[in-house]
């Protein structure tokens, strides 16, 4: 197991120095222009990584990042753009299994045992973290998951 988990830290680590992980001021200083045109208090709100009704896509794209799912929907006010942002949790649990084993009894013959063990099942589990809908390249509704 420790074989495993040191280099799963380590690819953390160097991710974090080298700067694969995305934040609001590293996708800021790769559009700086785009982030100029905004108005002062949607700058620092962007800065935050906070999105707000009426922002353009742009400035939910700076302020979230990529959306992990789009859908469309289309309605009598027009076509509606859904962006999806996702969070993942580690789920761990102690699930009964059925095992066999072999043996030697007594007078040295192979025999076949079964039993039940208890074994920790763990699995990730990817669920919705954050909603925007887009009607005319604006926020219009924000869902958020409360945890």
């Excluded at 700067?19 to 208090?41: D, L, N, Q």
């Excluded at 935050?48 to 742009?58: A, H, L």
């Excluded at 039940?116 to 869902?143: A, C, H, M, Q």
Aim: aromatic share 10%.
């Amino acid at each position: 197991m420790k074989k495993f988990i040191i280099p799963v830290v380590m690819v953390g680590v160097l991710c974090g120095l080298t700067g694969c992980v995305s934040t609001p001021m590293r996708r800021i200083e790769k559009e700086p222009g785009v982030f100029a045109s905004f108005p002062p208090e949607i700058q620092a709100r962007v800065q935050k990584g906070e999105v707000d009704i009426g922002f353009t896509r742009d400035m939910a794209r700076l302020a979230m990042g990529l959306p992990h799912r789009v859908h469309t929907r289309i309605t009598e006010a027009g076509q509606v753009e859904i962006w999806i942002y996702m969070g993942s949790r580690y789920i761990s649990r102690f699930e009964p299994m059925d095992s066999g084993y072999w043996y030697r009894d007594r007078a040295g013959r192979m025999r076949r045992a079964y039993d039940t063990v208890w074994v920790d099942r763990g699995y990730s589990e990817e669920f919705p973290t954050l909603r925007l809908e887009f009607l005319d390249n604006k926020v219009k509704v924000i869902e958020r998951l409360k945890r």
